[in-house]
């Protein structure tokens, strides 16, 4: 089965440029969906089909997909972007799978 | 405004059954496809089943297959999970989520607050 592996946790000064990364084989052949998830909430989805913003998310917050790697980016972080933040991709057409998720800190 | 809500989690035996519901309002129901995602605390989500909007295609984690059955009912704008041969690694919050752009591919653009099931003896 496919697996999305992103790392546990990333930090980032305030103001600063945030990257979290979703690894997967050739990912950069599927389209890759984007969560944020703060404590005791539903995940929102922040980027969708690798670059996409739905209305209501920043522009701060944008989506690259190439490769082995997908990467969020987050400009200009603020306290209230620190959550889990999780990758969304296809297996084959038939399951969708999500990586384990990053902790972003705002420092 | 788009609205999920899920309902009929609880406390089940294992290898008890359970039948979990989905709400929707705020959107036409018959036309987007719909999934059950759950999600234990502190864990990334794990995708349970999808169904596609006319209830045709319906795909399963494998983890899941055999035992849970995803059903829709467009004139009650309701979905559904039927959970036979529960077991204690089935215990999460299930979250039931509408797809954005078909089935497969697409993300999840509307979440509902998810219900907690939870298998023990």
């Known amino acids: 089965s496919y697996t999305l592996t992103q790392p546990l946790s990333v930090s980032v000064a305030l103001g600063q440029t945030a990257r979290i990364t979703c690894g997967g084989d050739n990912i950069g052949s599927k389209f890759v969906h984007w969560y944020r998830q703060r404590p005791g909430q539903a995940p929102v989805l922040v980027i969708y089909r690798d670059t996409n913003r739905p209305s209501g998310i920043p522009e701060r917050f944008s989506g690259s997909n190439s490769g082995n790697t997908a990467t969020l980016t987050i400009s200009g972080a603020q306290v209230g972007d620190e959550a889990d933040y999780f990758c969304q991709a296809w297996d084959s057409g038939t399951a969708a799978v999500f990586g384990g998720g990053t902790k972003l800190t705002v420092l | 405004e788009v609205q999920l809500v899920e309902s009929g989690g609880g406390v089940v035996r294992p290898g008890g059954s359970l039948r979990l519901s989905c709400a929707a309002s705020g959107f036409t129901f018959a036309h987007y496809g719909m999934s059950w995602v759950r999600q234990v605390p502190g864990k990334g989500p794990e995708w349970v089943s999808g169904i596609n909007w006319n209830g045709i295609s319906t795909t399963y984690a494998d983890s899941v297959k055999g035992r849970f059955s995803i059903s829709r009912d467009d004139a009650k704008n309701s979905l559904y999970l039927q959970m036979d041969s529960l077991r204690a690694e089935d215990t999460a919050f299930y979250y039931c989520?509408?797809?954005?752009?078909?089935?497969?591919?697409?993300?999840?653009?509307?979440w509902g607050q998810g219900t907690l099931v939870t298998v023990s003896s």
């Open positions: 989520a509408r797809l954005m752009e078909g089935y497969s591919g697409s993300a999840v653009d509307y």
